[in-house]
C-alpha cells in the first residue's frame, strides 16, 4: 500500500483538461512544499514533470500544471495530446529524511 | 548533459545480497552538492525509494527498507552503489539511480527532495 493515494486511471479526449490528485496527510503533502510529479511511458524511466507543488522543469509543456489544496496535490494536463498518455506518479517529502510516493494514475487519451 | 547508467547482475538468488552500481558521466559526484538516490519499480507496480547518498557517504534510507539496505559512494569512479540484503522474491523490481538536486544559499546547501535526471533502469529478478 503506497503512503499517498491516487486514483488507477484517468482519461480525457485530445484537447480537453485532465486533473489528477494525489492524497496525503497533515505529515507529507500537507505539511511540505516539496510535491513532484513524475511522467513514465512503457518501458521508459520516470520524467519529472512537476517539484515543489507547482515548478516546471525546463522543457515541460507549460500545459502542465501542479497545485495544492490542504492535504491534497493535484497535476493538471491541459490541452491533451496523445503523447500525454503515460503513467504518473505524485511523491512528497513525509519529514525525517522520508520521501514517500503515490500508487500512480494510468491517464488515457480517448 | 548528465548521464547516469545503472549495472549489476540481473538475477539474485533468494537469501542473497543484491548489488548495483550507478556510473554518472557528464558532471562529477563530489564536484557537486546533490544527493544520489535509488528507485525501484516492482512489475508492474508503482515506485518505490529506497535510499539517498552524499559524496560524502552521508546516507538517508526509506525506513521500511533501512534494515537490509547499503549504499556507498567512489567518487574516484564516479560511481554510488546499492546492496540489498537477504533478498526475496518481492524484491524483484527494475532499479533506477537518480540525481537529488540541492538548492544551495549563503554557504548552505537544502535537499529539494524531487529526482531531475534517472537513468534507464535494470531489472532484477530473485530466484528461488
Known amino acids: 500500500q503506497s503512503a499517498l493515494t491516487q486514483p488507477p486511471s484517468a482519461s480525457g479526449s485530445p484537447g480537453q483538461s485532465v486533473t489528477i490528485s494525489c492524497s496525503g496527510t497533515?505529515?507529507?503533502?500537507?505539511?511540505?512544499?516539496?510535491v513532484s510529479w513524475f511522467q513514465q511511458h512503457p518501458g521508459k524511466a520516470p520524467k519529472l514533470m512537476i517539484y515543489e507543488v507547482t515548478k516546471r522543469p525546463s522543457g515541460v509543456p507549460d500545459r502542465f500544471s501542479g497545485s495544492r489544496s490542504g492535504n491534497t496535490a493535484s497535476l493538471t494536463v491541459s490541452g491533451l495530446q496523445a503523447e500525454d498518455e503515460a503513467d504518473y506518479y505524485c511523491s512528497s517529502y513525509a519529514g525525517s529524511n522520508n520521501l514517500v510516493f503515490g500508487g500512480g494514475t494510468k491517464l488515457t487519451v480517448l | 548533459q548528465l548521464q547516469l547508467q545503472e549495472s549489476g547482475p540481473g538475477l539474485v538468488k533468494a537469501s542473497e545480497t543484491l548489488s548495483l552500481t550507478c556510473t554518472v558521466s557528464?558532471?562529477?559526484?563530489?564536484?557537486?552538492?546533490?544527493?544520489w538516490g535509488w528507485i525501484r519499480q516492482p512489475p508492474g507496480k508503482g515506485l518505490e525509494w529506497i535510499g539517498n547518498?552524499?559524496?560524502?557517504?552521508?546516507?538517508y534510507y526509506n525506513p521500511s527498507l533501512k534494515s537490509r539496505v547499503t549504499m556507498s559512494v567512489d567518487t574516484s569512479k564516479n560511481q554510488f552503489s546499492l546492496k540489498v540484503h537477504t533478498v526475496t522474491a518481492a524484491d524483484t523490481a527494475v532499479y533506477y539511480c537518480?540525481?537529488?538536486?540541492?538548492?544551495?544559499?549563503?554557504?548552505?546547501?537544502?535537499?529539494?527532495?524531487?529526482?531531475?535526471?534517472w537513468g534507464q533502469g535494470t531489472l532484477v529478478t530473485v530466484s528461488s
Open positions: 557528464g558532471g562529477s559526484i563530489a564536484g557537486s552538492s546533490d544527493y
Open positions: 497533515s505529515a507529507d503533502v500537507g505539511r511540505f512544499n516539496y
Open positions: 547518498i552524499y559524496y560524502t557517504g552521508n546516507t
Open positions: 537518480a540525481r537529488e538536486p540541492t538548492y544551495c544559499s549563503g554557504g548552505s546547501c537544502y535537499n529539494q527532495y524531487y529526482f531531475d535526471y
